[in-house]
T-cell receptor
Framework: DQQVKQNSPSLSVQEGRISILNCDYTNSMFDYFLWYKKYPAEGPTFLISISSIKDKNEDGRFTVFLNKSAKHLSLHIVPSQPGDSAVYFCAASHNSGNTPLVFGKGTRLSVIA | GAVVSQHPSRVICKSGTSVKIECRSLDFQATTMFWYRQFPKQSLMLMATSNEGSKATYEQGVEKDKFLINHASLTLSTLTVTSAHPEDSSFYIC???????????FGDGTRLSIL
């Protein structure tokens, strides 16, 4: 039973527009959430995280929103750029740092020029 | 930033061979490292937690005698797939965190193909 779900396997967005990637989780004990970006033949690269005590965290073009009551988080990328094309993984854990991560299956984002 | 190096990136070998994968934290010490595995069209799944100076903690369904983990120093953890079989073919990837307040950083993974 998947505890972290990314229900959209792929997403296409025009360059300059907003990309919204969604993630749902089932385990209410999760209190730390992360987004990773993965290019082919490379490991996941950390993008942005959010603690459960917050509902929004912003870093440049990337913003993560957390809705604890709905057990839902989303990653907004604006404006989207062709270099953002990659697979994005949502992950959750019971704490930051040295605790195991539970991953979603990923969403492949294609930003079209 | 923190860098995790994993080697080799790809292994192709015959059934019955044992394969060792190394995971190094290059610019920080990691008392804990994690080993994940990803099968096609699936998410990254935790296999085991590697603890420096003590035994690894394995997830349910992961055979500790088949997947040997050694975390002999604060910068190196190794995963040895013993007597590998075709069903062990997968993408293996390690991660480490500098401390409790830092996210995990990942190596580039090892694509293991057993013929």
């Amino acid at each position: 039973d998947q505890q972290v779900k990314q229900n959209s396997p792929s997403l296409s967005v025009q360059e300059g527009r907003i990309s919204i990637l969604n993630c749902d989780y089932t385990n209410s004990m999760f209190d730390y959430f992360l987004w990773y970006k993965k290019y082919p033949a490379e490991g996941p690269t950390f993008l942005i995280s959010i603690s459960s005590i917050k509902d929004k965290n912003e870093d440049g073009r990337f913003t993560v929103f957390l809705n604890k009551s709905a057990k839902h988080l989303s990653l907004h990328i604006v404006p989207s750029q062709p270099g953002d094309s990659a697979v994005y993984f949502c992950a959750a854990s019971h704490n930051s740092g040295n605790t195991p991560l539970v991953f979603g299956k990923g969403t492949r984002l294609s930003v079209i020029a | 930033g923190a860098v995790v190096s994993q080697h080799p990136s790809r292994v192709i070998c015959k059934s019955g061979t044992s394969v060792k994968i190394e995971c190094r934290s290059l610019d920080f010490q990691a008392t804990t490292m994690f080993w994940y595995r990803q099968f096609p069209k699936q998410s990254l799944m935790l296999m085991a937690t590697s603890n420096e100076g003590s035994k690894a903690t394995y997830e349910q369904g992961v055979e500790k005698d088949k997947f040997l983990i050694n975390h002999a120093s604060l910068t190196l953890s190794t995963l040895t797939v013993t007597s590998a079989h075709p069903e062990d073919s997968s993408f293996y990837i390690c991660s480490a965190s500098q401390d409790m307040d830092q996210p995990q950083h990942f190596g580039d993974g090892t694509r293991l193909s057993i013929l």
